[in-house]
T-cell receptor, first 113, second 114 residues
Framework: GNSVTQMEGPVTLSEEAFLTINCTYT??????LFWYVQYPGEGLQLLLK?????DKGSNKGFEATYRKETTSFHLEKGSVQVSDSAVYFC????????????FGQGTTLQVKP | DVKVTQSSRYLVKRTGEKVFLECVQD?????MFWYRQDPGLGLRLIYF???????EKGDIPEGYSVSREKKERFSLILESASTNQTSMYLC?????????????FGPGTRLTVL
């Protein structure tokens, strides 16, 4: 079946450090891929998405490239800020009639000043 | 600004009680979802609804039911709460059925069952 695996957290970085959060997936067909972010005390919100191989999603300095050959969608940011501290979820939608999302387990990022 | 609201941020109930979690969206979205969020497990889909009076089971429907009498409101019901239903519950809505469309989430209800 379809599944998403994220790197274990928490990830602790100093401000202005480079961030990578790994995400790999298993899916039949050609899923759409997403990163959602959950700031403390809030619900999830969409960070970025990509629908086909080699697409790059980007938003707020974050980027992720849909790599079909490695079934990956790693999240990167060149210089993190304290305000980026949150839980990050990788997710896929395998299409079909429902377009259900399947989430990874989430990775907590803590950025220290 | 789009908005999904949930009736309570925190809720404490006793084992065996019937519990109602309410979710309202103001975006005229057709699709609505209920998830539970547990550490190390991410979000798991409990139920979803394509439209008014329509519902489908998600991945973990046991012990839950739902109601959607109006387009903007989607209720999650715990018929007889148990301690293993202590969790964070998140509601979401989405326009259309395309999996590519963004889901908009409420702030969550943290339910504790004693």
């Amino acid at each position: 079946g379809n599944s998403v695996t994220q790197m274990e957290g928490p990830v602790t970085l100093s401000e202005e450090a480079f961030l990578t959060i790994n995400c790999t997936y298993t899916a039949t067909g050609y899923p759409s891929l997403f990163w959602y972010v959950q700031y403390p005390g809030e619900g999830l919100q969409l960070l970025l998405k990509a629908t086909k191989a080699d697409d790059k999603g980007s938003n707020k300095g974050f980027e992720a490239t849909y790599r079909k050959e490695t079934t990956s969608f790693h999240l990167e940011k060149g210089s993190v800020q304290v305000s980026d501290s949150a839980v990050y979820f990788c997710a896929l939608s395998a299409g079909g009639n429902t377009g259900k999302l399947i989430f990874g387990q989430g990775t907590t990022l803590q950025v220290k000043p | 600004d789009v908005k999904v609201t949930q009736s309570s941020r925190y809720l404490v109930k006793r084992t065996g009680e019937k519990v109602f979690l309410e979710c309202v969206q103001d975006m005229d979205h057709e699709n609505m979802f209920w998830y539970r969020q547990d550490p190390g497990l991410g979000l798991r889909l409990i139920y979803f609804s394509y439209d008014v009076k329509m519902k489908e089971k998600g991945d973990i429907p046991e012990g839950y039911s739902v109601s959607r009498e109006k387009k903007e409101r989607f209720s999650l019901i715990l018929e007889s709460a148990s301690t293993n239903q202590t969790s964070m519950y998140l509601c979401a809505s989405r326009t259309g059925t395309s999996g590519y469309n963004e889901q908009f989430f409420g702030p969550g209800t943290r339910l504790t069952v004693l």
